[in-house]
């Protein structure tokens, strides 16, 4: 089958960077869209950037200008870089990945949610 592992939370300072990613590895043919998601205590989880397999991203407006999505084709791996990040960037961030299997299934998979803190 195929699975996600995600990486690269932490403890930042405002103003700071940091860069998550998520690999996927299995039984993969190929990946079809991708987003990264967050989730605050006590708010809904929500979207924070998608990156369609045209390659269109969508961004919320809050991260718009700070926060970029990318792709590795030959590592199955997304990326999201946040820069300028601000307390209020404070969450569980999962990534979603809407997958193509070797057997033509269709999966929407999440990863497993990686803090990120952002504080001084």
């Known amino acids: 089958q195929v699975q996600l592992v995600e990486s690269g939370g932490g403890l930042v300072q405002p103003g700071g960077s940091l860069r998550l990613s998520c690999a996927a590895s299995?039984?993969?043919?190929?990946?079809?869209?991708m987003g990264w998601y967050r989730q605050a205590p006590g708010k809904d989880r929500g979207l924070v950037a998608a990156?369609?397999?045209?390659?269109?991203?969508n961004f919320a407006d809050s991260v718009k200008g700070r926060f970029s999505i990318s792709r590795d084709n030959a590592k199955n791996t997304v990326y999201l870089q946040m820069n300028s990040l601000k307390p209020e960037d404070t969450a569980v961030y999962y990534c979603?990945?809407?997958?193509?299997?070797?057997?033509?299934?269709?999966?929407?998979?999440w990863g497993q949610g990686t803090l990120v803190t952002v504080s001084s």
């Open positions: 299995g039984s993969i043919f190929s990946i079809n869209a």
């Open positions: 990156l369609n397999g045209g390659g269109s991203t």
């Open positions: 979603n990945l809407q997958i193509t299997t070797t057997a033509l299934r269709y999966l929407d998979l």
